[in-house]
């Protein structure tokens, strides 16, 4: 709970100048010499701190400003409300007078007066008179005036310090210094240099603000370590909103208008400003001066000081706030305004759309922000939906955009849509959409008669001439029928025209291309020209087209391509604020990479992956990324949090097939087979095998359920059918042709081969996939060779491929064939610690010493000089050290490398 900060402990920090001041100017009055201290500041700097720091000794009497006639000197004095004073003025200040007078005999008098800019006039006059009347009387007087802007009682108080020659205090903002003895004295421990300068910006120096922060940083339990300092800068935005608010409710009503006009215009425009505020321009130029010069921090960034302005809003009335809301929107509709402002005000009204132009001016944001602002496009589409749920093409516009966005709440709005719609070229946008979702998003499943009759629709090659937006819709419908059945190529023709890729159509039905020609297995070859043809240009804003393009190429072992066009996908979805796109995006990419054995790098993107999921509405129903997620942890060796991450998968409804199931099948597998329960991970591997057919996918590569299931079935004693999958996986090797797949098979082979073959046909596999960018594969492979010369008793062959096999998987991340490799290699005679599956131990030695002491806090410069290099090479070792362990930061970097982790290593 939040205290009473009127003072700041025992003593005020950072103040001692101006306490220096307050008692030299007491032994002044005490001395028989009328002594007057004006102190300046605005709220919060501390001015009623130091008026509780004048001395003890003496009458002294304490109040604060009252508006009315007399009523502040009479509270000073204590004067009964009984007590009339003389209705002639100079008989007043008199009496007063005369009042202080006795008061004085006894003993030095001090009058203190807080909010001084509040006293009434006659009060402000009496002041003065004493201070004329009394300069030669013990007498002190000080007065506490907030100087948070322009206040109308200036002159007044500047007569009063005119007639006791006054000294001014103006307490400034406290230093870093003073600050963290501050923060020593509310926390009760010192805090880290980032903290303290944290606190420092956020509360520009000021005590009371500090001492807020404080409060809520103690309530909120943050630490005052650096990784508390960005809790410390929202903490304190929300303070600074506080303390504006505050302070604007002591200024005068013309300019808390002008405050209110261009919070909700979010603009310092004169012209709209003082059409809402209904003053003179000149008048509004003159208030922003003020604000911006007293009132709203910001240091000259206006988006900043509107932000913090918002906060005058939250004293309106809910009707004044509609009322001013809704004139904005028509001045700057009128004033012809870029068209997401106005929609800006609209949206933010609750009343209906009941005036045409309304309408008329989302739907035009809408229009625009499809391009530039998707979140603003989606909101005026929604509130167009909202405000007339029959507005179809609202609904279809609304559901378009919501495909890269949420496809959940695109799907019913697109099925609700359907039987509505008449016009056969709108009828087959909203089946094509459908049908997009549903390549996705399972539980999506758009009847294959829906997207054949849409295709019928626009025609595909009838007497009548073809327009543009029919080819589009038409290529688009025809890629989603023969992703829909893949097994049934009777549908379509067996390949499509040969299209060049100019248009984003002609790029979604060559990446169908692709990855069906993928699924048959048929040519790798053609595959990848297909997809390299679909990555040549903008992409279809269904989301998917990218990611299958730049699968098909690492599956067709062009891993490279794949990388760059997966990574483009990810950098469009991004930009277009479009998280699903970039959550599919990231998932291939992560498979990509887990795929290929780079397990660190994967790492960073599923985490990505998992972190977009994880904010989405729709995170909970979606598992594009979690059979990627389990087997990026599998390979990390956290078998127990992958089991996790499938059973969670598996709770999820999945209704119909889609592509990751095969993979999540293949991840369940791995898991009972690191378990030892052999039965039930060829079951799974089988599973897969089974769902492949009925689907028509036949690449060897795809899926490899058959090479998991023959190393099973070899492993149990099952030989003639494990030869019975490795020669499936030959056949379908020998259609698709890659270096990769032909690996594969002679590993398959390995597994199944006794006596010198096996060593033959492992020493191929191994040189093959050292070609190739399959790291765990190749991996995977030495161990296996390892394994076989042990079988043949050359233990000393064995442990150099089991050392490499070790050597390939650590440098990549793949912790649990590591420790597998590891374990041959020491039952094999060889020496090696033991692989501790922390991610430091994927630095070099340098690289550690270089983490290490970033870790501490020290900087680029200090580490240079602490190692003795150079800055560059500083700079390139931590590119370095983030990328492998997958942190963006030095605060990230400390859990790392705490102490008790250092001491064991060492």
Known sequence: MSRDHTEAGPGLVGRSAELAVLAASFAAARAGSAQLIIVRGPSGIGKTALLGR?????????????????????????????????????????????????LIDEAPLVLVLDNADSCDDKSLRWFEFLLRRGADLPLLVVLAECADG?????????????????????????????????????????????????????????????????????EQGVRSDEAGAARVAELGGALVRVAVRERLARWPEPLRRVACAA??????????????????????????????????????????????????????????????????????????????????????????????????????????????????????????VEDDPEDLDARIDLAAALVEVDPWRAAPLLE???????????????????????????????????????????????????TADDFEIRVRLEALVRLRRPGSPAVLRERPPDLPGDTPAERQALAAQALLTTMRGTSATVAADFARRALSGPQPRTGWTASAASAVLFLADEFDEAIVGVGKAIIGGAKRNAPWTELLALSTKAWILASAGEITEAAIDITDAVEIAAKAPWGAQTTVHRSTYALVLFNQGEVDRAATVLDEADAIPRLGLALDDHYFLLAKSAVAWFRQDLEAALAYALRCGELLDEAGISNPVFAPWWLHAASLLARMGRASEAGELVERGEEMAGRWGTARASGLVLMAKGTITRGPGALEVLTEATE??????????????????????LRA??????????????????????????????????????????????????????????????????????????????LRTVE??????????????RADLAPLFEPDKASAKG
């Not at 709108?426 to 996705?440: K, N, P």
């Not at 009847?447 to 054949?452: F, I, K």
Request: glycine content about 8%; hydrophobic content about 50%; overall charge negative.
């Open 416 to 466: 609700e849509s359907l039987p509505l719609v008449g016009d056969p070229q709108t009828r087959a946008v909203v089946a094509e959409l459908l049908g997009a979702i549903s390549l996705t998003v399972p539980g999506v499943q758009p009847p294959l008669v829906v997207l054949s009759e849409a295709l019928a629709a626009v025609g595909s090659g009838g007497d009548g001439a073809e």
């Open 263 to 384: 919070a909700v215009l979010k603009a310092f425009d004169a012209d709209l400003v003082s059409s809402l505020a209904v003053m003179p321009i000149p008048a509004v130029a003159a208030a922003f001066d003020l604000l911006k010069g007293y009132a709203v921090p910001g240091g000259g960034d206006e988006d900043r000081q509107l932000d913090v302005l918002s906060t005058v809003l939250d004293e309106l009335a809910a009707v004044e706030r509609a009322d001013l809301t809704l004139r904005a929107a028509r001045i700057l509709n009128d004033a012809g305004a870029q068209p997401w402002r106005v929609a800006d005000q609209l949206l933010a009204l609750d009343a209906p759309l009941d005036e045409p132009w309304m309408r008329g001016a989302l739907a035009q944001a809408a229009g625009i922000g499809l391009i530039t602002r998707l979140p603003v496009a989606l909101r005026c589409l929604a509130r167009l």
């Open 876 to 889: 390139v070792h931590l590119t370095s050290v983030y990328r492998k362990l997958g942190v963006v930061n």
């Open 54 to 102: 004048i001395g003890d000794e003496g009458t002294i009497l304490r109040t604060s400003g009252d508006r009315a006639a007399y009523a502040t000197v009479r509270s000073l004095l204590g004067l009964d409300p009984a007590h009339v004073l003389p209705d002639d003025d100079y008989q007043a200040l008199q009496e007063l007078y005369r009042l202080a007078l006795d």
């Open 793 to 870: 008793d050359d233990a000393v062959a064995a442990r150099e491929h089991l050392r490499r096999s070790v050597d390939l998987s650590v440098r990549h991340g793949g912790w649990a064939s590591a420790t597998t490799a590891r374990d041959l290699l020491v039952a094999a005679g060889g020496r090696m610690s033991q692989v501790t599956g922390d991610r430091v131990d994927l630095l070099t030695g340098r690289e550690q010493k270089v983490a290490g002491i970033a870790a501490r806090g020290a900087s680029n410069s200090e580490i240079a000089d602490a190692l003795s290099v150079t």
């Open 150 to 218: 322009p206040v109308p009682y200036d002159r007044r108080l500047a007569a009063v310090a005119a007639a006791g020659r006054a000294n001014v205090i103006e307490p400034g903002p406290l230093g870093q210094a003073d600050v963290a003895d501050l923060i020593r004295r509310e926390l009760h421990r010192s805090p880290a240099p980032g903290f303290t300068l944290a606190c420092v910006k956020a509360a520009e120096g000021n005590p009371r603000f500090l001492l807020r922060l404080l409060d809520a940083v103690r």
């Open 768 to 789: 093959l996939l050292a070609g190739t960018s399959a790291k765990s594969d190749h991996a995977r492979a030495e161990a296996l060779l390892g394994m076989a010369l």
